[in-house]
């Protein structure tokens, strides 16, 4: 079955260090796929996606992702937070007309 | 351009009560979606809609849920009787076609069942 793994459920880093949030998968071709930001009681923000071509894609807010086809990978990556960079990340796969599946998140605590 | 919307914000209910929410996605987009998203989980298909046909309502309990979205723009999700289990929030979403195009989310609603 498809499936989406977010490894880390909190993170805790400190402003100005850089980030980095794991997404594994289990699909067979190539899917596409998305990062979602969720501030407390809001919904949820795109911050980038892939689709196809090159496999390192830039995001608003400064992030970055890169697609690694060899280890079923689409990390998403900051080289410095800021404290308002504290939120739920959520990473999404899909593949052709199917729906996509979430992550189960990732909750990014900022120490100042 | 606007978002899409979604009423209300919050609801609070007792078990076996009903209850409904509504969405009205980003104008011109032909495809809609509702998710529940339990707290500490991602958001899980509901239902999507292709104008105002179901494409996949695989997931959608619907010996409680059902959801209807007619003439292809508003759309309202409704629960009845409603279970301790259907805390959550229900989140809106809409895209211009496909499902590999960018989901645009609504702020959610939150529901809590006592």
């Known amino acids: 079955a498809q499936s989406v793994t977010q490894p880390d459920i909190h993170i805790t880093v400190s402003e100005g260090a850089s980030l980095e949030l794991r997404c594994n998968y289990s699909?067979?071709?190539?899917?596409?796929l998305f990062w979602y930001v969720q501030s407390p009681g809001q919904g949820l923000q795109l911050l980038l996606k892939?689709?196809?071509?090159?496999?390192l894609v830039q995001g608003i807010k400064g992030f970055e992702a890169e697609f690694k086809r060899s280890q079923s990978s689409f990390n998403l990556r900051k080289p410095s937070v800021h404290w308002s960079d504290a939120a739920e990340y959520f990473c999404?796969?899909?593949?052709?007309?199917?729906?996509?599946?979430f992550g189960q998140g990732t909750r990014l605590t900022i120490n100042p | 351009e606007a978002g899409v919307a979604q009423s209300p914000r919050y609801k609070i209910i007792e078990k076996r009560q009903s209850v409904a929410f509504w969405c009205n996605p980003i104008?011109?987009?032909?495809?809609l979606y509702w998710y529940q998203q339990i707290l500490g989980q991602g958001p899980k298909l509901l239902i999507q809609?292709?104008?105002?046909?179901?494409?996949?309502d695989s997931q959608l309990p619907k010996d409680r849920f059902s959801a209807e979205r007619l003439k292809g723009v508003d759309s309202t999700l409704k629960i009845q009787p409603a279970k301790l289990e259907d805390s959550a929030v229900y989140l809106c979403?809409?895209?211009?076609?496909?499902?590999?195009?960018?989901?645009?989310f609504g702020p959610g609603t939150r529901l809590l069942v006592l």
């Open positions: 892939y689709f196809s071509g090159d496999t």
């Open positions: 809609f292709q104008n105002n046909g179901v494409v996949d």
């Open positions: 104008s011109g987009h032909a495809t």
């Open positions: 699909y067979g071709a190539t899917p596409y």
């Open positions: 979403a809409s895209s211009l076609r496909r499902v590999q195009e960018t989901q645009y």
């Open positions: 999404a796969v899909g593949q052709g007309a199917q729906k996509l599946v």
